[in-house]
């Protein structure tokens, strides 16, 4: 009787160790990689660019929510709430940071020295000191430069052209973004003295003096408007492309999303094939490449977009010579 009491509870406990060893191993399976993606901006208006940096990770063989978790921290315009966002996904150790702006990179640059991190910038990571050179980064740091240093140039040419009377253009920038500041207003007096073009830099850093500027150029009109390349003005285009339509100032803008919501032109490097290479790069870190040895990308394509009703609303006539050379014409 009391052997078959023994063997009743050896059973037990066998079964129960049964049961239990595939729960165990299950809770030690190494948990989903995370990608830290962090944003000065709102998510507003990120719909597409989110879509390209998921396939940019898709093409590495991660799909969110499947095999890697994504993270997403936006800053929602204040840009002073970076470092601590950025010290946040440091405590919570996650694989890679993927930083969505120069000012996103700071930010993370700051917090960790060995957390790998892709960045998405505007300006040359060189001279932010991001990265040793292009072709050998150097450090934990690489990824994708989506602009060149003719931008502004290129931009004022086309301007110009749509424009030819124009002798003074007003040049909106962020006073909050310092870095690409310094480089949008270097590059358009070098080219406004080039094209004997006054350059007049007004600031804003909300919606409220978004406001202000235009209410300032019913005082102070300029002949034309160039606005600078910032996260705020991408998400507060339609905003932008209102005011200079209410106030009839002919105006180019930085990326194709701007012209497509009413904007005069734009000009600049694909957004949406950057934040696919960006998703890439992300995906390739978390595959275990090092960021010193990843080459930063710069685009091989710029897009020109022309919005023909807003010319004619504006009263202007696009040279034909322009709109051959344009990469896309919205009738």
């Known amino acids: 009787m009391a052997s078959h009491i023994a063997r009743r509870k050896f059973l037990a406990t066998l079964s129960g160790a049964v049961v239990a060893w595939p729960l165990a191993a299950r809770a030690q399976q190494p948990a989903m990689p995370v990608i830290g993606f962090l944003n000065p901006a ?17 093409d590495t063989g991660y799909a969110e929510r499947e095999n890697v978790t994504i993270e997403y921290l936006w800053g929602e ?17 996650v694989s890679v940071i993927a930083a969505a702006s120069a000012i996103a990179a700071f930010a993370a640059k700051a917090a960790t020295a060995t957390i790998p991190i892709a960045f998405v910038v505007a300006e040359d990571p060189v001279r932010l000191g991001f990265v040793a050179s292009l072709a050998r980064p150097g450090g934990n740091m690489t990824g994708i430069n989506f602009f060149s240093g003719e931008l502004v140039a290129k931009q004022l040419e086309f301007l110009r052209e749509v424009v030819p009377a124009a002798r003074r253009v007003a040049v909106l920038v962020n006073p909050s973004n310092a870095s690409r500041v310094e480089s949008t207003v270097r590059d358009a007096e070098a080219a406004g003295r080039a094209m004997q073009l006054q350059i007049q830099v007004v600031n804003a850093s909300t919606s409220r003096e978004i406001e202000a500027v235009f209410g300032g150029f019913v005082r102070e009109r300029p002949d034309a408007l160039l606005v600078g390349s ?16 209410v106030h009839r100032i002919p105006a180019t803008y930085p990326v194709r999303e701007m012209a497509e919501v009413g904007g005069l032109m734009s000009y600049g490097g694909s957004l949406t094939d950057a934040y696919r290479q960006f998703g890439g790069y992300a995906g390739r870190l978390l595959k275990g490449a090092k960021p010193a040895d ?9 897009e020109l ?3 023909l009703p807003t010319a004619r609303a504006l009263g202007l006539e696009i040279p034909a010579t322009l709109l051959a050379r344009a990469d896309e014409v919205i009738e």
């Not at 910032?230 to 339509?245: E, G, H, I, K, M």
């Not at 990843?294 to 710029?302: A, G, H, N």
């Open 42 to 58: 709102s998510p507003d208006g990120y719909t597409e660019r989110l879509r390209a940096f998921r396939q940019g990770l898709k």
């Open 77 to 93: 315009n204040q840009i002073d709430r970076l470092p601590a966002l950025a010290a946040e996904l440091v405590r919570r150790d």
């Open 305 to 307: 977009v022309i919005n």
């Open 294 to 302: 990843l080459p930063v990308l710069q685009p091989t394509k710029f």
């Open 230 to 245: 910032d996260p705020l003005f991408s998400s507060r285009r339609v905003q932008l492309t209102q005011l200079a339509a």
